[in-house]
T-cell receptor
Framework: AQKVTQAQTEISVVEKEDVTLDCVYETRDTTYYLFWYKQPPSGELVFLIRRNSFDEQNEISGRYSWNFQKSTSSFNFTITASQVVDSAVYFCALSEFVYNQGGKLIFGQGTELSVKP | DAMVIQNPRYQVTQFEKPVTLSCSQTLNHNVMYWYQQKSSQAPKLLFHYYDKDFNNEADTPDNFQSRRPNTSFCFLDIRSPGLGDAAMYLC?????FGTGRPNYGYTFGSGTRLTVV
């Protein structure tokens, strides 16, 4: 069965510190997608990145970077020079595919990031 | 802009009084999902529609029902809400061309926060 584990329940950092959010996943599929979402206090899920299992290239988007390693089944997320506005709950998720039934997102438990001024 | 719209944003309902949450989309996506997210927990899939086909999760209580009258709209009906059903309900869509893989990822609505009094 597919599973996503975010071992860090809460992280607290001071502004301008770098912070890494860990994500480990389990799947028997050879093709899958991994996602990161941000959920601010208002509750909406904000899409950050999608990565498919074929592409292990790391990605950088501004202060955000992602490290995907199939060998360790990890998809970690780093925020460089954190800001107070980065405070939110971050979810890592895995897509499970069933032919002609659509893909389903399986979420990790989330990591609550608090960035203090 | 194409989007997923959930109404209302906040819903207060009485204990055991039927309530309906709505979701509409302008993306023409063929798959629609309903997730339940309780406080400090990950979103949990309740069910989803692949075109007109309804797919219920095994552990979704019978108290929860869904209707999809057309491609654009999907409703979540809670027949007899209990206090434990207070949560954020998230609607999401995806486009699946029959491969079982969402081609454009998932688009989430802003959610409906349900309070049961």
């Amino acid at each position: 069965a597919q599973k996503v584990t975010q071992a860090q329940t809460e992280i607290s950092v001071v502004e301008k510190e770098d912070v890494t959010l860990d994500c480990v996943y389990e799947t028997r599929d050879t093709t899958y997608y991994l996602f990161w979402y941000k959920q601010p206090p208002s509750g909406e899920l904000v899409f950050l990145i999608r990565r498919n299992s074929f592409d292990e290239q790391n990605e950088i988007s501004g202060r955000y970077s992602w490290n995907f390693q199939k060998s360790t089944s990890s998809f970690n997320f780093t925020i460089t020079a954190s800001q107070v506005v980065d405070s939110a709950v971050y979810f890592c998720a895995l897509s499970e595919f069933v032919y002609n039934q659509g893909g389903k997102l399986i979420f990790g438990q989330g990591t609550e990031l608090s960035v203090k001024p | 802009d194409a989007m997923v719209i959930q109404n209302p944003r906040y819903q207060v309902t009485q204990f055991e009084k039927p309530v309906t949450l709505s979701c509409s989309q302008t993306l023409n996506h063929n798959v629609m999902y309903w997730y339940q997210q309780k406080s400090s927990q990950a979103p949990k899939l309740l069910f989803h529609y692949y075109d007109k086909d309804f797919n219920n999760e095994a552990d979704t209580p019978d108290n929860f029902q869904s209707r999809r009258p057309n491609t654009s709209f999907c409703f979540l009906d809670i027949r007899s809400p209990g206090l434990g059903d207070a949560a954020m309900y998230l609607c999401a869509t995806s486009r699946d061309f029959g491969t079982g893989r969402p081609n454009y990822g998932y688009t989430f609505g802003s959610g409906t926060r349900l309070t049961v009094v």
